[in-house]
């Protein structure tokens, strides 16, 4: 079974803090994702990952940033955490190929700014 | 515009009955997918089944069949014979072949199943 871990199920941090979020993936996976989740908006995708060191922006990706140093293992960053960062962030993992490729998601990472 | 509608924010369903969820989605891509997951409110999301654009048949997968009527753009997902565990948030998902791999999601369906 692909499993996809997140660091954190639950993170409190200060306005203006520097945040990291951790994801690792155990299927050797090339394609990793952020997105974050807010009622009544749906997932909405913050960067996206095709291969090591290679990253591109999602739809929302103010505020953020991302490393992948490793395959396995895909980081979201804010430099500088603010109270709209409130959010459930979840960490996704794919195969880079044809047919249904799906998506598969880590636990996620509530994530309170005060 | 939405790429991906779904009108149903909340709905009750009697257990053992069938449950259709339903999602219209927008592009001009020929190429797509769509997909179908369910987060419990444990929030972890799971994958139900995949439409591909040029399937011919509608996917089923035990439970779940999604109604594709391509025509309308429409991708509907049915529940048969609901069960108490399948009280969670549902979301429709497209990709897109010029999208670069990401899913881009609706805002969802949480339904509750009545015993």
């Known amino acids: 079974d692909v499993k996809v871990t997140q660091s954190s199920r639950y993170l409190v941090k200060r306005t203006g803090e520097k945040v990291f979020l951790e994801c690792v993936q155990d299927?050797?996976?090339?394609?990793m994702f952020w997105y974050r989740q807010d009622p009544g908006l749906g997932l909405r995708l913050i960067y996206f990952?095709?291969?090591?060191?290679?990253?591109e922006k999602g739809d929302i990706p103010e505020g953020y940033s991302v490393s992948r140093e490793k395959k396995e293992r895909f980081s979201l960053i804010l430099e500088s955490a603010s109270t709209n960062q409130t959010s459930m962030y979840l960490c996704?993992?794919?195969?880079?190929?044809?047919?249904?490729?799906?998506?598969?998601f880590g636990p996620g990472t509530r994530l309170t700014v005060t | 515009a939405q790429k991906i509608t779904q009108t149903q924010p909340g709905m009750f369903v009697q257990e053992k009955e069938a449950v259709t969820l339903d999602c219209t989605y927008d592009?001009?891509?020929?190429?797509?997918?769509l997909f179908w997951y369910k987060q419990p409110s444990s929030g972890e999301m799971i994958f139900l089944i995949y439409?591909?654009?040029?399937?011919?048949q509608n996917a089923t997968e035990g439970r779940y069949s999604l109604n594709f009527q391509k025509a309308r753009k429409s991708a509907n997902l049915v529940i048969s014979a609901s069960q108490l565990g399948d009280s969670a948030m549902y979301f429709c998902?497209?990709?897109?072949?010029?999208?670069?791999?990401?899913?881009?999601f609706g805002t969802g369906t949480r339904l509750t199943i009545i015993p």
């Open positions: 439409q591909g654009s040029y399937d011919q």
């Open positions: 990952s095709y291969d090591v060191k290679m990253k």
């Open positions: 299927m050797d996976h090339e394609n």
């Open positions: 592009t001009s891509d020929p190429s797509y997918g």
């Open positions: 998902a497209m990709r897109e072949a010029f999208g670069n791999e990401k899913l881009t």
């Open positions: 996704a993992s794919r195969e880079s190929r044809q047919g249904s490729g799906e998506q598969y």
